[in-house]
Structure formats: structure tokens, C-alpha cells
Nanobody, 122 residues
Framework: QVQLVESGGGVVQAGGSLRLSCAAS????????MGWFRQSPGKERDFVAT???????????KYANSVKDRFTISRDNAKNTVYLQMNSLKPEDTAVYYC????????????WGQGTQVTVSS
């Protein structure tokens, strides 16, 4: 019942910034988690960041160690959209980024977006 639409990917030089957006449509829940994952060629999909949400408030945010202090996950409640602000980008951040929705916040993601390419050039 939920569809995720991603945007904001592109090409940026190392040290630059980029903001990804993921808009959710369809049924919503009082408690859920939305997260960002990424996958580079030849590698499995890896966790980047998650945001836990309950009754109109952010419960917590989590980040992979590789992006901690550089990336920030946030939500715009008015637009029903989650963002990933990426600063100080590195070439190793290059990947296809996917947003996902964990509808009950238990850790298994039920819905995924199509992915958006992020390329960081050196």
C-alpha cells in the first residue's frame, strides 16, 4: 500500500554535498522506520541511515560508521518525505542509493524505492 519515489541523485565532486529525497505515498502508520541503503557494483546492499518515527515524532536516528558525522537523515512531515543530506562526499560513497520503509519498525523493510545513482568524482 506504500510507494516510495526517490530523487536527488547525481554527480558531484569529492567534498561536495547532495541531498536525496524519498517521498512516501499510500497508507501510513503511527510507528515505522524509513532508511537509506546503498549498493555499489559487485557488492551487496549496505545500511546507510535509518529514522524511527512514532506518533508524529522522531524516536531515533542511526548511521553507518562510514557516514557518521557526514550524512544526516531527516523528515519533512508536511511533504511526507525523508531526506538524506550528504556532506563531505567521498568517491567511496558512489553507489545506487535506495530508500526503504519498515512499516512496523522491527528491522525488516517492506517497501523499496527504485534507487537513485550517486556518483562522487575525485
Amino acid at each position: 500500500q506504500v510507494q516510495l519515489v526517490e530523487s536527488g541523485g547525481g554527480v558531484v565532486q569529492a567534498g561536495g554535498s547532495l541531498r536525496l529525497s524519498c517521498a512516501a505515498s499510500g497508507r501510513t502508520f503511527n510507528r515505522y522506520a524509513m532508511g537509506w541503503f546503498r549498493q555499489s557494483p559487485g557488492k551487496e546492499r549496505d545500511f546507510v541511515a535509518t529514522l524511527d518515527w512514532s506518533r508524529g515524532s522522531i524516536l531515533s536516528t542511526k548511521y553507518a560508521n562510514s557516514v557518521k558525522d557526514r550524512f544526516t537523515i531527516s523528515r519533512d512531515n508536511a511533504k511526507n518525505t525523508v531526506y538524506l543530506q550528504m556532506n563531505s562526499l567521498k568517491p567511496e560513497d558512489t553507489a545506487v542509493y535506495y530508500c526503504g520503509l519498515d512499516q512496523d519498525g522491527l528491522g525488516e523493510y517492506d517497501y523499496w524505492g527504485q534507487g537513485t545513482q550517486v556518483t562522487v568524482s575525485s
